[in-house]
Protein backbone atom coordinates (compact mmCIF):
# COMPACT_ATOMS: atom_id res chain seq x y z
CA UNK A 1 0.00 0.00 0.00
CA UNK A 2 0.82 3.30 -0.97
CA UNK A 3 1.49 6.51 1.42
CA UNK A 4 1.58 9.91 0.99
CA UNK A 5 3.96 11.92 2.29
CA UNK A 6 3.16 15.95 2.26
CA UNK A 7 5.30 18.70 4.07
CA UNK A 8 3.75 21.34 5.64
CA UNK A 9 0.47 21.83 3.33
CA UNK A 10 -2.68 21.34 5.46
CA UNK A 11 -6.31 21.99 3.71
CA UNK A 12 -9.61 22.66 5.60
CA UNK A 13 -10.36 18.93 4.53
CA UNK A 14 -9.23 17.53 6.54
CA UNK A 15 -11.90 16.77 9.22
CA UNK A 16 -9.54 16.45 12.53
CA UNK A 17 -8.77 19.32 14.38
CA UNK A 18 -5.04 18.06 14.62
CA UNK A 19 -4.92 18.02 10.66
CA UNK A 20 -6.27 21.54 10.45
CA UNK A 21 -4.21 24.21 9.31
CA UNK A 22 -5.72 26.05 12.15
CA UNK A 23 -3.23 24.09 14.35
CA UNK A 24 -0.71 22.85 12.17
CA UNK A 25 0.38 26.16 10.73
CA UNK A 26 0.36 28.10 14.39
CA UNK A 27 1.56 25.18 16.73
CA UNK A 28 5.14 25.73 16.01
CA UNK A 29 6.39 23.39 14.26
CA UNK A 30 7.13 22.31 10.33
CA UNK A 31 5.48 18.86 9.76
CA UNK A 32 4.23 16.16 7.46
CA UNK A 33 1.12 14.61 6.54
CA UNK A 34 0.96 11.02 5.94
CA UNK A 35 -2.40 9.81 3.66
CA UNK A 36 -2.49 6.26 2.82
CA UNK A 37 -6.18 5.28 1.13
CA UNK A 38 -8.43 6.07 3.61
CA UNK A 39 -6.60 7.70 6.69
CA UNK A 40 -4.34 10.23 7.38
CA UNK A 41 -2.23 11.61 10.04
CA UNK A 42 0.20 14.13 11.10
CA UNK A 43 3.86 14.17 12.59
CA UNK A 44 5.89 17.49 13.38
CA UNK A 45 9.54 17.89 12.57
CA UNK A 46 11.63 19.81 14.78
CA UNK A 47 15.11 19.74 16.31
CA UNK A 48 15.69 19.46 19.98
CA UNK A 49 19.27 20.01 21.22
CA UNK A 50 20.62 19.33 18.16
CA UNK A 51 18.74 15.93 17.67
CA UNK A 52 16.07 15.84 14.47
CA UNK A 53 12.83 14.94 15.86
CA UNK A 54 9.61 13.43 14.60
CA UNK A 55 6.94 13.82 16.89
CA UNK A 56 2.92 14.58 17.95
CA UNK A 57 2.22 17.94 16.80
CA UNK A 58 2.72 20.12 19.81
CA UNK A 59 -0.42 20.53 22.15
CA UNK A 60 -2.02 17.73 20.29
CA UNK A 61 -3.45 14.52 21.80
CA UNK A 62 -2.37 12.13 19.26
CA UNK A 63 -1.12 12.38 15.79
CA UNK A 64 -4.85 12.20 14.44
CA UNK A 65 -4.97 9.00 13.21
CA UNK A 66 -8.73 7.36 13.00
CA UNK A 67 -8.85 4.18 15.21
CA UNK A 68 -11.27 2.46 12.82
CA UNK A 69 -7.60 2.21 10.20
CA UNK A 70 -7.49 -1.14 8.89
CA UNK A 71 -4.47 -3.45 9.54
CA UNK A 72 -2.93 -3.03 6.19
CA UNK A 73 -3.01 0.89 6.17
CA UNK A 74 -1.48 0.55 9.76
CA UNK A 75 1.40 -1.83 8.57
CA UNK A 76 2.21 0.50 5.57
CA UNK A 77 2.25 3.70 7.65
CA UNK A 78 4.40 2.22 10.69
CA UNK A 79 6.61 1.05 7.71
CA UNK A 80 6.83 4.29 6.16
CA UNK A 81 7.65 6.18 9.64
CA UNK A 82 10.71 3.34 10.25
CA UNK A 83 12.20 4.58 7.49
CA UNK A 84 12.28 8.01 7.95
CA UNK A 85 15.90 9.38 9.18
CA UNK A 86 14.67 11.17 12.23
CA UNK A 87 17.10 10.56 14.99
CA UNK A 88 14.47 10.87 17.28
CA UNK A 89 10.02 9.96 17.05
CA UNK A 90 7.24 9.83 19.13
CA UNK A 91 4.41 9.25 17.77
CA UNK A 92 1.00 9.03 19.50
CA UNK A 93 -1.18 6.90 18.22
CA UNK A 94 -5.23 7.70 18.86
CA UNK A 95 -7.02 6.07 22.36
CA UNK A 96 -8.73 2.90 21.26
CA UNK A 97 -11.94 2.48 22.84
CA UNK A 98 -14.00 -0.95 22.42
CA UNK A 99 -15.34 -0.31 19.37
CA UNK A 100 -11.93 0.44 17.84
CA UNK A 101 -10.39 -1.55 14.80
CA UNK A 102 -6.91 -0.80 15.80
CA UNK A 103 -6.16 -2.79 18.63
CA UNK A 104 -3.81 -2.95 21.54
CA UNK A 105 -3.16 -6.91 20.05
CA UNK A 106 -2.36 -5.25 16.58
CA UNK A 107 -0.22 -2.77 17.87
CA UNK A 108 1.93 -5.19 19.38
CA UNK A 109 1.85 -7.35 16.69
CA UNK A 110 2.40 -5.09 13.56
CA UNK A 111 4.59 -2.97 15.61
CA UNK A 112 8.55 -2.80 14.33
CA UNK A 113 11.16 -4.23 17.62
CA UNK A 114 13.09 -0.59 16.72
CA UNK A 115 10.26 0.92 18.68
CA UNK A 116 9.67 1.12 22.13
CA UNK A 117 5.72 1.29 22.81
CA UNK A 118 4.69 3.37 26.08
CA UNK A 119 1.08 2.19 27.00
CA UNK A 120 -1.17 5.18 28.71
CA UNK A 121 -4.52 6.05 28.98
CA UNK A 122 -6.94 9.20 28.46
CA UNK A 123 -10.38 8.94 30.25
CA UNK A 124 -13.87 8.56 28.54
CA UNK A 125 -17.09 9.00 29.04
CA UNK A 126 -20.71 8.35 27.28
CA UNK A 127 -22.70 11.30 27.38
CA UNK A 128 -26.20 9.41 27.67
CA UNK A 129 -24.61 8.32 31.07
CA UNK A 130 -25.84 10.56 34.20
CA UNK A 131 -23.09 11.83 36.11
CA UNK A 132 -22.19 10.21 39.64
CA UNK A 133 -23.99 11.76 42.29
CA UNK A 134 -21.03 13.07 43.80
CA UNK A 135 -20.62 15.67 40.95
CA UNK A 136 -23.87 16.74 40.51
CA UNK A 137 -24.26 17.94 44.03
CA UNK A 138 -21.64 19.48 43.26
CA UNK A 139 -22.42 21.06 40.19
CA UNK A 140 -25.48 22.25 42.48
CA UNK A 141 -23.72 23.51 45.80
CA UNK A 142 -21.75 25.48 42.20
CA UNK A 143 -25.13 26.85 41.54
CA UNK A 144 -25.34 27.76 45.47
CA UNK A 145 -22.32 29.92 45.90
CA UNK A 146 -23.14 31.97 42.73
CA UNK A 147 -20.80 29.81 40.26
CA UNK A 148 -22.42 30.64 36.50
CA UNK A 149 -20.89 28.76 33.29
CA UNK A 150 -21.23 30.28 29.62
CA UNK A 151 -19.54 29.69 26.52
CA UNK A 152 -17.00 32.60 25.32
CA UNK A 153 -15.34 33.75 22.24
CA UNK A 154 -12.67 34.88 23.42
CA UNK A 155 -9.79 32.26 24.91
CA UNK A 156 -7.45 34.70 26.76
CA UNK A 157 -9.01 33.40 29.92
CA UNK A 158 -8.29 29.98 28.61
CA UNK A 159 -4.08 30.23 27.74
CA UNK A 160 -4.03 31.99 31.25
CA UNK A 161 -5.39 29.54 33.17
CA UNK A 162 -3.78 26.67 31.26
CA UNK A 163 -0.62 28.39 31.56
CA UNK A 164 -1.06 28.86 35.48
CA UNK A 165 -1.64 25.42 36.15
CA UNK A 166 1.58 24.08 34.33
CA UNK A 167 3.38 26.74 36.02
CA UNK A 168 1.59 25.56 39.08
CA UNK A 169 3.07 21.79 38.01
CA UNK A 170 6.66 22.87 36.91
CA UNK A 171 5.71 21.60 33.42
CA UNK A 172 7.71 23.68 30.64
CA UNK A 173 5.51 25.62 27.79
CA UNK A 174 5.88 27.91 25.27
CA UNK A 175 3.29 30.48 26.54
CA UNK A 176 3.93 32.85 23.36
CA UNK A 177 3.40 30.07 20.58
CA UNK A 178 0.56 28.71 22.92
CA UNK A 179 -1.10 31.77 22.53
CA UNK A 180 -0.99 32.22 18.36
CA UNK A 181 -2.43 28.64 18.67
CA UNK A 182 -5.41 29.14 20.82
CA UNK A 183 -6.25 32.56 18.75
CA UNK A 184 -6.05 30.08 15.59
CA UNK A 185 -8.57 27.28 17.23
CA UNK A 186 -10.61 29.63 18.99
CA UNK A 187 -11.89 30.68 14.86
CA UNK A 188 -12.35 26.30 14.61
CA UNK A 189 -15.88 25.84 13.95
CA UNK A 190 -15.05 22.24 15.63
CA UNK A 191 -13.76 24.44 18.76
CA UNK A 192 -15.34 26.32 21.57
CA UNK A 193 -14.49 27.40 24.97
CA UNK A 194 -16.65 27.41 28.23
CA UNK A 195 -15.90 29.79 31.55
CA UNK A 196 -16.78 29.58 34.76
CA UNK A 197 -17.50 33.14 36.71
CA UNK A 198 -17.89 33.53 40.32
CA UNK A 199 -20.38 35.42 41.87
CA UNK A 200 -17.81 38.98 41.34
CA UNK A 201 -17.91 38.12 37.87
CA UNK A 202 -14.20 36.78 38.07
CA UNK A 203 -13.57 33.76 36.04
CA UNK A 204 -12.18 30.84 38.13
CA UNK A 205 -12.08 27.76 35.52
CA UNK A 206 -11.80 28.08 31.98
CA UNK A 207 -11.67 25.06 29.15
CA UNK A 208 -11.27 24.87 25.23
CA UNK A 209 -12.28 21.96 23.93
CA UNK A 210 -12.46 20.67 20.15
CA UNK A 211 -14.77 17.73 18.24
CA UNK A 212 -12.32 15.83 17.26
CA UNK A 213 -14.43 13.51 14.82
CA UNK A 214 -18.37 13.28 14.99
CA UNK A 215 -18.96 11.63 18.14
CA UNK A 216 -16.36 12.67 20.16
CA UNK A 217 -15.54 16.39 22.17
CA UNK A 218 -12.19 16.64 23.88
CA UNK A 219 -10.97 18.54 26.76
CA UNK A 220 -8.01 19.93 25.17
CA UNK A 221 -6.73 23.05 27.20
CA UNK A 222 -7.70 24.57 30.32
CA UNK A 223 -7.06 25.19 34.54
CA UNK A 224 -7.99 26.99 37.49
CA UNK A 225 -7.02 29.73 39.90
CA UNK A 226 -6.96 28.62 42.69
CA UNK A 227 -9.54 28.54 45.73
CA UNK A 228 -12.23 27.45 48.23
CA UNK A 229 -14.59 27.20 45.45
CA UNK A 230 -12.34 26.29 42.13
CA UNK A 231 -12.85 22.81 42.39
CA UNK A 232 -16.57 22.67 41.81
CA UNK A 233 -16.20 25.47 39.45
CA UNK A 234 -13.79 23.05 37.32
CA UNK A 235 -16.56 20.49 37.55
CA UNK A 236 -19.46 23.29 36.90
CA UNK A 237 -17.18 24.04 33.50
CA UNK A 238 -17.03 20.29 32.53
CA UNK A 239 -20.47 19.44 32.86
CA UNK A 240 -21.67 22.61 30.52
CA UNK A 241 -18.73 21.97 28.27
CA UNK A 242 -20.59 17.92 28.37
CA UNK A 243 -24.36 19.70 27.56
CA UNK A 244 -22.69 21.88 24.90
CA UNK A 245 -21.02 18.73 23.32
CA UNK A 246 -24.51 16.84 23.93
CA UNK A 247 -26.74 19.24 22.13
CA UNK A 248 -24.37 19.06 19.09
CA UNK A 249 -25.12 15.58 18.83
CA UNK A 250 -21.92 14.17 20.62
CA UNK A 251 -22.00 10.76 22.01
CA UNK A 252 -18.46 10.21 23.83
CA UNK A 253 -16.38 13.01 26.20
CA UNK A 254 -12.58 12.81 26.27
CA UNK A 255 -10.94 14.29 28.78
CA UNK A 256 -7.54 14.17 27.16
CA UNK A 257 -5.79 12.24 29.81
CA UNK A 258 -3.15 13.19 32.34
CA UNK A 259 0.24 11.77 34.15
CA UNK A 260 -0.79 13.36 37.33
CA UNK A 261 -2.60 10.79 39.27
CA UNK A 262 -4.67 13.28 41.26
CA UNK A 263 -6.08 14.81 38.27
CA UNK A 264 -6.50 11.38 36.66
CA UNK A 265 -8.83 10.49 39.53
CA UNK A 266 -10.77 13.74 39.36
CA UNK A 267 -11.28 12.76 35.99
CA UNK A 268 -12.12 9.17 36.88
CA UNK A 269 -14.91 10.77 39.74
CA UNK A 270 -16.99 11.66 36.87
CA UNK A 271 -17.84 8.84 35.61
CA UNK A 272 -14.83 8.32 32.98
CA UNK A 273 -13.47 4.88 32.20
CA UNK A 274 -9.64 4.52 31.43
CA UNK A 275 -9.08 4.07 27.90
CA UNK A 276 -5.80 3.09 26.60
CA UNK A 277 -3.47 4.62 23.74
CA UNK A 278 -0.18 4.01 22.44
CA UNK A 279 3.10 6.08 22.72
CA UNK A 280 5.45 4.83 20.03
CA UNK A 281 9.12 5.95 20.34
CA UNK A 282 11.96 5.17 18.54
CA UNK A 283 15.86 6.11 19.08
CA UNK A 284 18.70 6.16 17.16
CA UNK A 285 21.13 3.51 18.56
CA UNK A 286 23.82 6.72 19.85
CA UNK A 287 21.23 7.91 21.86
CA UNK A 288 19.72 6.01 23.49
CA UNK A 289 22.48 6.25 26.59
CA UNK A 290 21.43 9.93 26.47
CA UNK A 291 17.69 9.54 26.58
CA UNK A 292 17.53 9.83 29.80
CA UNK A 293 18.84 12.84 30.57
CA UNK A 294 16.89 14.94 27.66
CA UNK A 295 14.10 13.27 27.62
CA UNK A 296 13.93 11.01 31.07
CA UNK A 297 9.77 10.25 30.11
CA UNK A 298 11.12 8.72 27.08
CA UNK A 299 13.41 6.44 28.37
Known amino acids: MIVKAV ?36 LSRFSMRGVHVLATPPWALDCGLSCQI ?17 TLKIIDL ?12 SIKVNTPRSFKIQWKHTRQILLDTPLPSNRRKQVKRAEREGIKCHLSSDWSNVLSLHNESRIR ?56 SRSKISGIASVAMLSFAMEEARSHGVTTFDF ?5 PGVDRFYKEFGAARVARARLIYASWWLRPFLRFIRPDLA
Request: proline share 6%; hydrophobic share 35%; charged share 15%.
Open 7 to 42: DDTSTPEYPHPFLSPSWLNFCGASYTIFETETSASV
Open 70 to 86: STEEYVALISNWSARPE
Open 169 to 224: KEIHSDSSQLSKLLSSVSKMQSSFAVEAVDADGNCIAAGGFVYVNEVTCLYSFGGQ
Open 94 to 105: PPLPENSSLTKA
Open 256 to 260: GGSAD
